[in-house]
Nanobody, 123 residues
Framework: QVQLIESGGGLVQAGGSLRLSCAAP????????MGWFRQAPGKEREFVAA????????DYADSVKGRFTISRDNAKNAVYLQMNSLQPEDTAVYYC????????????????WGQGTQVTVSS
């Protein structure tokens, strides 16, 4: 069954910005932690960012800290990832995930997952 749906991916030039969205049409994730992961060509999936159910706690991978911002809107049952100063190394398929527990950067593979959205950054 479809649980999480990502959108907003696309092609952008280096230095540009993009905002990803994740929606959960099947159920409410208001009491769940939410996060973003990515997988670049030829590499393993890696943690990008996470946010607690109330939005008061966030965590980021060192590679995106200061450039990416995760946020959520529980009324809309959605989570977002604002990506600024994008670089070619940010090129990857980005996945949205949800889990009852907030793991931060220690989060690996548990919970509900979306299908992913492609982000490509040109030089």
């Amino acid at each position: 069954q479809v649980q999480l749906i990502e959108s907003g991916g696309g092609l952008v030039q280096a230095g540009g910005s993009l905002r990803l969205s994740c929606a959960a049409p099947g159920r409410s994730f208001s009491s769940y932690s939410m996060g973003w992961f990515r997988q670049a060509p030829g590499k393993e999936r890696e943690f990008v960012a996470a946010i607690s159910w109330g939005g008061g706690t966030t965590d980021y991978a060192d590679s995106v800290k200061g450039r990416f911002t995760i946020s959520r809107d529980n009324a809309k049952n959605a989570v977002y990832l604002q990506m600024n100063s994008l670089q070619p190394e940010d090129t990857a398929v980005y996945y949205c995930a949800s889990d009852p527990t907030f793991y931060g950067r220690a989060w690996y593979g548990s919970g509900y997952w979306g299908q992913g959205t492609q982000v490509t950054v040109s030089s």
